[in-house]
C-alpha cells in the first residue's frame, strides 16, 4: 500500500487538503483504511497521525476493518420510514442474517445503514453494492440476499 | 430509426430504467438517455419521439417494448407536458431536466445554456450582482440568506484568491432536488457557478458532494471536463463527502475540503470573508446557484413575478414518504402545505388517512392535517415554529408513532453531531434515554401492538432504560422540554439548535402517543 500512496500523491498532489481524496483512494484500492496505514498517510501528507486518525474515525464512510464481500447500505431515514422502513430493516437483519453495522461472521455480508440516498419518495431503498434498489419488500429482500449469497 | 427517450436518474435506475433501455435498444430503437422529470410515481417512463411531440408511456417494464412501440400500451400518457402534474409548474429551475441528454453540450446550448453567462460576462461584476439581489433569490439550503448580499460581501472582500464553493451535501431526508439537478441538468449548475465567479471574482471553485450520490459524482465530474473550455479561466473540480450529515452546515463543510474533521466553526468570521483556506468564499446551495443563469437569462423581473411576500422565484418542492404522486415540484412560493400533500401528492400512497407531514428534513416539524393552511413561505413556516429547509415534504400515514420519530430525531442528532458543543453532542444522548423511558412507560402502562415494527422488537427496542420509579410520565416530559431548550439555546449550530423541532412538534401536536392511553371508561350504567 505504501506504493500506492505514494503512486497516488505524485499524481494528485500532498497538501493536506489531499487527505479525504486519499482515503477514498485507499478505500476504493482495498476496501477500508487499516490502522497500520495512518502513519504512511501522515507521512505522504505532511500531518500528524493524530490528524489522521482523527478524520478517519470522524467520517462514517471510512472503515477500519475489511467488509464482508457484500455491501448492503439500507437506508433507515425517515422518508423510508414513512414507507415501511422499520418492519423492512428487521427483515433484512433476518434475512441476511447479520446485525445493522455488521459484518457476517463468514465475511459474506456487511449490512450498513445509510441516512437517505435522496430516492425517498420510492422507499424502503437500498444500495446493493453500489446498485440502487426501491420499494424494498419482502420479495425484493429475497431477491437481493439471493443476490448476495446470503 | 425510432428515438426513445429514458430517464438515467438514481431513481429512475433503482425502478428498473437500465433494463427498459437495454430491451428498447435491442428492439432497434435510439435510446437517448436524461434526467428524469420528476415524477416518480410513472418512472420508468419511456417517451417516443413523433409528430405531435414526445408522446409518454409510463411506468414501463422491459416486457412492455412491443406494446409502447404500436402504440396500445395501457400506461399512455400523451405528451407528459399536459398532465395535471405538469402543466402548472414554473419551471425556471428545472426546465432542462428530464428533456435534454446531460452531458450533451449542444442539448444545452439549443435548451439556452450559457445565455446567462454570456449575459453576465457582457456585464460588470457589480451590475451581475445587483441583478441577483433585484431578483430576490434566497439561499435554498435552508436558512434563506439574500444570495446577492452574500455575493456583494465577497466581491467587496479584498483579496488575491477567492473561492466559490456549492454546497451539495443535500442529506435531509425527503430532498433529491439537488441530486435530481446535478444527475439531469449538470451544466445548469456549472453555469450558475461560473456567473458568480464572474460576480466576484473568483478564480476556482468546489462542489462538494455526499458520497451517497454516486450518480450525481460522476455526471459532474463528466460535465466539468466536457465544458472546461467553456467556463475558463474558471476551474471546477468535484469533492465528495464521507457519510457525515453536518458537513452540509456550510462551515463544517470548508473545513472538510481542507481535510480536517467537518466541525462548525464559530461565526464571526463569516465564510464571505474568511473561508476555505481562510480567504473570501461564496458558499450556496445547489439550487441558489443553478436559479442564477436563468436570472441573468431572463432578467431578475422574470424572476421576481413569482412567489410570495419575500419569498421570491421558485422552489422545488420534494414530495417523499407515504405519498402517491412523490417527486419534485417546481411551484412559486405561497401555495398551501395541504394542496401540496393533497392536491399535487394525491394523498398517502397506502391510502390510509395523513397523520404527519415533516417539512424541511430532519430539523424540521412535524405537522398534523390541521396546519394545512400554511402557505409555503420561510416566515410563515418560521411562525408557526417550523422551517422549509430545502422544501422537502415527507408525509406519514395514520401508521405511524410519533412518539418513535421523536426518539430517532435525538437518535440522529447524536450520531451526527460534531461534538463541538456540549448541549448537542451529550444532551441529544440524554434525550434518546429519555425517549426510552417515556417508550417504555407506554408499552409497560398499555402493551400496544405496532403495526410497522414486529412484535417483540418493539419491547427489545424500547425497554433498554427502565423508567426510574420515581419519575412519572408528566415529569419525564418537562424533563424532556427542558433538554429541547438547553439544546436549542446553547448550540453552536442548526444541528443541535433545531432537533428540538421535530421532538417538541411531535410532542404538541401528537401528545397521545406519548403516554398510555386513558383507559376507556366503563359504559354508564
Ligand atoms: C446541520 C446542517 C446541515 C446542513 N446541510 C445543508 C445541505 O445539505 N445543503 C445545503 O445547501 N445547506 C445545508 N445547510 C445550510 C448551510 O449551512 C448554508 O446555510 C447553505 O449552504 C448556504 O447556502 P444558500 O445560501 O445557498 O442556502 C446545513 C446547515 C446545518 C446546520
Ligand atoms: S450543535 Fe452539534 S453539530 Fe452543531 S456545532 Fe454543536 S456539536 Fe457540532
Ligand atoms: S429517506 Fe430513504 S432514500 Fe431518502
Known amino acids: 500500500m505504501e506504493d500506492f500512496i505514494n503512486a497516488w500523491t505524485l499524481r494528485h498532489g500532498r497538501s493536506r487538503d489531499k487527505l479525504l481524496p486519499?482515503?477514498?483512494?485507499?478505500?476504493?484500492?482495498?476496501?477500508?483504511?487499516?490502522?497500520?496505514?495512518?502513519?504512511?498517510?501522515?507521512?505522504?501528507?505532511?500531518?500528524?497521525?493524530?490528524?489522521?486518525?482523527?478524520?478517519?474515525?470522524?467520517?462514517?464512510?471510512?472503515?477500519?476493518?475489511?467488509?464482508?464481500?457484500?455491501?448492503?447500505?439500507?437506508?433507515?431515514?425517515?422518508?423510508?420510514?414513512a414507507r415501511g422502513g422499520t418492519a423492512i430493516e428487521a427483515q433484512a437483519v433476518q434475512r441476511l442474517g447479520v446485525a445493522m453495522g455488521q459484518t457476517r461472521a463468514d465475511g459474506q455480508v456487511s449490512l450498513e445503514p445509510v441516512y437517505c440516498l435522496g430516492l425517498c419518495a420510492i422507499g424502503p431503498n437500498a444500495l446493493v453494492d453500489g446498485r440502487p434498489v426501491a420499494r424494498i419488500d419482502a420479495a425484493a429482500l429475497g431477491h437481493i440476499a439471493a443476490e448476495v449469497g446470503a | 430509426m425510432t428515438r426513445v427517450f429514458i430517464s438515467r436518474d438514481m431513481a429512475s435506475v433503482a425502478l428498473g430504467a437500465d433494463d427498459v433501455a437495454r430491451a428498447f435498444v435491442a428492439a432497434g430503437c435510439e435510446v437517448i438517455r436524461t434526467g428524469s422529470r420528476g415524477l416518480f410515481s410513472i418512472e420508468p417512463l419511456v417517451e417516443l419521439e413523433s409528430e405531435e411531440g414526445r408522446i409518454g408511456y409510463g411506468p414501463v417494464g422491459p416486457a412492455d417494448v412491443a406494446a409502447v412501440l404500436d402504440g396500445s400500451h395501457a400506461n399512455r400518457l400523451g405528451r407528459v407536458e399536459t398532465l395535471p402534474f405538469f402543466a402548472n409548474q414554473p419551471r425556471f429551475t428545472f426546465a432542462r431536466c428530464g428533456l435534454t441528454d446531460p452531458l450533451s453540450l449542444s442539448d444545452y446550448a439549443t435548451h439556452g445554456g450559457w445565455k446567462g453567462l454570456e449575459a453576465a460576462r457582457a456585464r460588470a461584476p457589480q451590475q451581475v450582482v445587483d441583478a441577483v439581489k433585484a431578483s430576490g433569490l434566497r439561499g435554498r439550503g435552508g436558512a434563506g440568506f439574500p444570495t446577492g448580499i452574500k455575493w456583494q460581501t465577497v466581491l467587496d472582500a479584498s483579496s488575491l484568491a477567492k473561492f466559490i464553493v456549492c454546497n451539495a451535501d443535500e442529506g435531509d431526508s425527503g430532498t433529491f432536488a439537488d441530486r435530481m439537478l446535478m444527475e439531469g441538468d449538470p451544466y445548469c449548475l456549472i453555469e450558475g457557478m461560473a456567473i458568480a465567479a464572474h460576480a466576484v471574482g473568483a478564480g476556482h471553485g468546489y462542489i462538494y458532494i455526499r458520497s451517497e450520490y454516486p450518480f450525481a459524482i460522476s455526471t459532474m465530474r463528466a460535465a466539468i471536463d466536457a465544458c472546461a473550455h467553456l467556463i475558463a479561466p474558471f476551474t471546477l473540480e468535484?469533492?465528495?463527502?464521507?457519510?457525515?450529515?453536518?458537513?452540509?452546515e456550510e462551515t463544517a463543510l470548508l473545513d472538510s475540503i481542507e481535510g480536517k474533521r467537518g466541525q462548525v466553526r464559530a461565526k464571526p468570521p463569516l465564510p464571505a470573508l474568511q473561508g476555505l483556506f481562510g480567504q473570501p468564499t461564496v458558499i450556496n446551495n445547489v439550487l441558489?446557484?443553478?436559479?442564477?443563469?436563468?436570472?441573468?437569462?431572463?432578467?431578475?423581473?422574470?424572476?421576481?413575478?413569482?412567489?410570495?411576500?419575500?419569498?421570491?422565484?421558485?422552489?422545488?418542492?420534494?414530495?417523499a414518504g407515504n405519498v402517491r404522486h412523490g417527486g419534485l415540484y417546481e411551484v412559486g412560493f405561497g401555495i398551501t402545505l395541504g394542496d401540496l400533500v393533497n392536491e399535487v401528492g394525491g394523498g398517502t400512497a397506502s391510502g390510509s388517512p395523513v397523520r404527519a407531514v415533516q417539512v424541511g428534513g430532519p430539523l424540521g416539524a412535524y405537522f398534523p392535517p390541521g396546519m394545512f393552511h400554511l402557505p409555503f413561505d420561510y416566515e410563515a413556516f418560521a411562525e408557526a415554529g417550523g422551517l422549509i429547509g430545502h422544501a422537502g415534504i415527507t408525509v406519514f400515514d395514520d401508521s405511524v408513532d410519533m412518539a418513535h420519530m421523536a426518539r430517532f430525531a435525538m437518535e440522529f442528532c447524536a450520531a451526527e453531531s460534531c461534538g463541538k458543543c456540549t448541549p448537542c453532542r451529550i444532551g441529544s444522548t440524554r434525550g434518546v434515554e429519555i425517549m426510552e423511558r417515556i417508550m417504555a412507560r407506554r408499552e409497560q402502562d398499555s402493551p400496544r401492538p405496532d403495526p410497522a415494527i414486529p412484535a417483540g422488537l418493539a419491547k427489545a427496542l424500547y425497554s433498554r432504560s427502565p423508567a426510574p420509579a420515581q419519575r412519572g410520565a408528566e415529569q419525564e416530559?418537562?424533563?424532556?422540554?427542558?433538554?429541547?431548550?438547553?439544546?436549542?439555546?446553547?448550540?453552536?449550530?442548526?444541528?443541535?439548535?433545531?432537533?428540538?423541532?421535530?421532538?417538541?412538534?411531535?410532542?404538541?401536536?401528537?401528545p397521545e402517543d406519548f403516554v398510555a392511553p386513558a383507559p376507556a371508561k366503563e359504559a354508564a350504567e
Do not use: W
Request: glycine share 10%.
Open chain 1, 22 to 81: 486519499l482515503l477514498h483512494a485507499i478505500q476504493e484500492e482495498c476496501g477500508y483504511v487499516g490502522d497500520g496505514l495512518v502513519p504512511v498517510i501522515a507521512r505522504a501528507l505532511n500531518i500528524s497521525r493524530a490528524d489522521v486518525h482523527g478524520v478517519v474515525t470522524f467520517y462514517h464512510d471510512f472503515r477500519r476493518a475489511p467488509s464482508g464481500r457484500h455491501i448492503v447500505k439500507l437506508c433507515r431515514a425517515e422518508s423510508c420510514q
Open chain 2, 288 to 319: 441558489s446557484l443553478a436559479a442564477v443563469p436563468f436570472i441573468l437569462a431572463e432578467g431578475a423581473e422574470a424572476y421576481a413575478a413569482v412567489g410570495f411576500g419575500r419569498s421570491r422565484g421558485t422552489m422545488p418542492v420534494q414530495l
Open chain 2, 238 to 248: 468535484v469533492r465528495e463527502g464521507a457519510g457525515a450529515y453536518v458537513c452540509g
Open chain 2, 477 to 510: 416530559i418537562a424533563l424532556l422540554r427542558d433538554l429541547a431548550d438547553t439544546m436549542k439555546y446553547g448550540s453552536l449550530c442548526a444541528l443541535g439548535g433545531f432537533t428540538p423541532y421535530p421532538v417538541l412538534s411531535a410532542l404538541d401536536y401528537f
